[in-house]
């Protein structure tokens, strides 16, 4: 076994979490890495690259959001294979391989998957669809609480996929090496608009909770209130666009390809995610 630690970055987020408590219960040593991490790391701060990157062969990333982080996890990406980096497992996203992508939208994701291919790494990029924690342990919590989902999505599909089920896909594409050059695209069983969420959502919180849809300008306005800023907001209003204008609704089979099962359903994670108290007044 492995005594060289895998270095997470982004390992306490909504994936990198799952990451990391699958290779503590198998007994491989993580080194995180992240603002907040004793580790220190941070996209935008290239001097806190190096320390991160010492001693390690595999390194799980998961990139920020917005062109210009996108860039600089491809820079970290081409520094880091130079200074020794032999593997890497990227979180990319599933529109990037969609055949009729919008592509201003991708272009920044598709170049650090390209930073990633060139790198002289090995490489497995997974895409998944939109991630079912984002109504319970991010932003879109707020507005679970608040009763309202106000996003620019309109009548929309997405194959909503729980971070468990991707965590087990990137671990499986750490550990074992014949997911090397494999590009993974993952979703849900099942397409879900933002109206079908808010109905899931309501039955199994026992509260109403309504789809509101809001025009996409309207939309980055109401992010930057928020305190994102205003590069991020815009990109999440271009990835709802793609949602908005049905580029969506299409289910990926990449969790059967790596692990051989199924993905988990909206309404199970719905319902079981309800009994941890995360939506309880
Ligand atoms: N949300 C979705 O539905 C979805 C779908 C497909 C793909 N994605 C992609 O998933 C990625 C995000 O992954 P995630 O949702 O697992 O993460 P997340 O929950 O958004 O957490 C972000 C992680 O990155 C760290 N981080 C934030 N800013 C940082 C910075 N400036 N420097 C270093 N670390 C930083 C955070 O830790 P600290 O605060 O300690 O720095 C945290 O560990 C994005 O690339 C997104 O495009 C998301």
Do not use: C
Not at 19 to 34: F, T, Y
């Amino acid at each position: 076994m492995t005594t060289t630690p895998i270095l997470i970055l982004g390992g306490k987020g909504k994936t990198g979490r799952r990451v990391v408590e699958q290779l503590d219960a198998r007994g491989i040593p993580v080194r995180l890495a992240s603002r907040s991490s004793e580790q220190r790391f941070d996209w935008y701060d290239e001097g806190s690259w190096d320390g991160a990157v010492a001693g390690i062969d595999t390194a799980y990333l998961a990139p920020p959001v917005g062109p210009t982080g996108l860039e600089q996890a491809g820079k970290f990406i081409k520094q880091a294979a130079a200074e020794g980096l032999r593997r890497v497992v990227l979180l990319s996203g599933r529109g990037v391989g969609s055949p009729d992508r919008e592509f201003a939208v991708y272009e920044s994701s598709v170049a650090l998957e390209h930073a990633v291919q060139d790198s002289g790494a090995d490489w497995t990029i997974i895409r998944p669809a939109w991630f079912m924690q984002g109504f319970s342990e991010d932003w879109l919590h707020d507005h679970v609480m608040a009763g309202e989902l106000r996003l620019s999505a309109a009548d929309g599909g997405e194959a909503w996929i729980d971070t468990n089920d991707i965590g087990d896909v990137m671990t499986a594409a750490l550990l074992d090496e014949k997911h090397t050059g494999e590009i993974y695209s993952l979703s849900g069983p099942r397409l879900l608009t933002l109206s079908d969420v808010a109905d899931e959502l309501s039955a199994v919180t026992g509260r109403p909770i309504r789809y509101v849809d809001l025009e996409p300008e309207q939309h980055v306005a109401e992010l930057v209130e928020y305190g994102q800023t205003l590069e991020d907001s815009e990109s999440v209003r271009d990835l709802f666009a793609v949602i908005r204008n049905h580029k969506s609704e299409y289910l990926s089979d990449g969790i059967h390809q790596v692990l051989g099962r199924e993905p988990r359903d909206f309404s199970d994670w719905a319902r079981a995610t309800a009994k941890t108290g995360v939506w309880s007044a």
